[in-house]
Every structure is written in C-alpha cells, then in structure tokens.
C-alpha cells in the first residue's frame, strides 16, 4: 500500500512542478534571452489537457455501457 501512494505522490509531485516551473518561466516561446535559447515551456498543457480529456471521455464512455449491461 506504501508503495502504491508513494508511486502516486510522486507522480502528483512531479507533475505540479512541472506546472509551477512552467506557469513562473516568463516570455513567451517565441521570445529567446541573449544566449539564443528560447524560453520555452517544458510541458504543452494544451495537448495534455486534451489527452486528459480524451481519456476521461473513454472511460466514462466504457463505464456507461458496462452499467446498462
């Protein structure tokens, strides 16, 4: 059981860093500093968004046909 929350903790972790890393990153991913690299997210939380949306549309799908078996 440990081991199971640990594995989930450390992926609510992993995953609300990479948001907090993210959302505090100024400019734009256009926009370069003087070294030439771009500033750019590490994450595109547009396509994750839509993956999650993807999914939960699948599972609710699935849980509906299995409840009005």
């Known amino acids: 059981m440990r081991l199971f929350l640990g594995i989930v903790l450390g992926f609510f972790l992993t995953v609300g860093f990479a948001y907090v890393y993210d959302a505090s990153t100024v400019g734009t991913p256009e ?39």
């Open 31 to 69: 926009s370069t500093t003087q070294t030439g690299i771009s500033a750019r997210p590490m994450v595109n939380w547009d396509v994750v968004r839509a993956d999650w949306y993807g999914w939960s549309l699948n599972a609710r799908n699935t849980w509906n046909r299995l409840a009005a078996r």
